[in-house]
């Protein structure tokens, strides 16, 4: 129980604070202190009379139950308060996450105790018994939190599931400490109500992603932990596929480079489907060209194809799994795995390749590594285009700048109009031959300053925005 509530609170943090080692370290600390808290606590509670020391469990586990169900809720009244950023991200978990983590741990000790006095003579083993049933049910729980629970039902049930088995347990407990029924008759209807009628946290979810999907006018937008991934402008009434509109700016400078670089049937690697926005409007104006793209999360092209039209009917009409191989009219070729796994078994070869991958806000870590660019270098003949955010001289921009300098001999960049939260796209195109400069820029956009920076590796390397 304790573990699936500790895996649900990084994934319920993701739409308001973004998923990176800064937020999971966060909750792993938080979490493991509230454990840590609880069984000190739960300590004190065991040397008790055994029936006022059940009744005080009684009343953890109801407490536990109770705070479980609440936490998504009170998450975004937290972020609604205005915590924003590494500070309220931090005291938002600790707000949120540490009080039930500190009761979940509480009748721990009190158990052992039980067992312990259960087996004269034998403490030894049954102490490591009970440790074990901990371990093995961690386990259980985290496997639950990954495979079942969020990608079926969702964070919000999850987090109304931990707090029913919490009062599951509440039976087991006799001898005196029955407690009053009516507190535990409320608790449980206050989980039930949080489970059922509480609102989901995201539109769409799976283990990997909490999308939503945004429609303002003429306008759809695909939204993943709260950081817009991809945008199409719908064009009504009859139209020709090479007047698909995009709807950000920085898809506008990736398409005018591809379009000025590439020949009339280029073989492009796209690692990030997103909203396949880029391999649609590259299919539709080459009739030619061929794409593969990478994508993660099989949740996200099942919403692009659902809720993004020109991106859906392109799918529809020339996509396949790369795995068995594309037919007559195939085009757009599939594959739903990491970024990186895919570069290192890949057997294809490409004419250029698009770096858009994202978790939350950032670029995961082990596709900005010398080793990725490396890896691409030898199966991507001409240019790599890649998309990332930070700050417009941050960390992330440097050592990315600092990798593609090292693995190619040409290396543009150009930034957008920073933000409120001081961010920008920063977009490089990096090749083995020269490039020729685009005669404009899109509307806010500059050519980027980037300063001198440690190329980032596999062992030393990027970790995360907030």
Known sequence: MGLTY???????????????????TTVIATVLGG????SALGGIVAERPRAEALRNVRHALIATAVLMAASPALLGLVHALGARGTGGMMASVVIVFFPASVFVTLPSPLLAKLAIEARPGREGSSLGFVLAAGSVGAIFGAILAGFVTLPLIGSTATFAACGALALACLPFLRDGAQGNAGVTVAAAGFVGFAGLAGAPVCQYESGLSCLH??????EVRLV??????????VIPGERE????????????????????????????????????????????SRPEAQAVAVEIDPLVTEVVQRRMPSAGAMIARTGYDVSDGPGPEDR???????????????????????MDAFSSGSV??????????????????????????DSPDGRLARGTNAVLRDVYEHVAAVRGQVNARGRTNILFVASRAPLEPLPTLPETYEVADISEARVFTDDRGWIGHR
């Open 6 to 24: 500790e895996i649900a609170a990084g994934r319920v943090l993701a739409p308001f604070f973004g998923t990176s080692l800064l937020t999971w």
């Open 35 to 38: 454990f840590s808290l609880g």
């Open 213 to 218: 999907v945004v429609e303002r006018g003429a």
């Open 224 to 233: 993943s932990d709260g950081t817009v991934q991809a945008a199409e402008r």
């Open 241 to 284: 596929d090479d007047e698909i509109e995009m709807a950000l700016s920085y898809t506008d400078w990736l398409w005018a480079r591809m379009d000025r670089d590439l020949g009339p049937d280029p073989s492009v690697l796209f690692v990030g489907g997103g909203g396949y926005t880029l391999p649609t409007k590259l299919l539709a």
């Open 332 to 354: 757009l070729g599939i594959a739903h795995a990491d970024g990186r796994v895919f570069l290192n078994e890949t057997d294809l070869r490409f004419d250029a390749a698009v």
């Open 364 to 389: 995961p870590a082990h596709l900005v590594t010398r080793e990725t660019f490396t890896r691409l270098r030898d199966i991507v003949r001409g240019p790599v285009y890649v998309n990332i955010l």
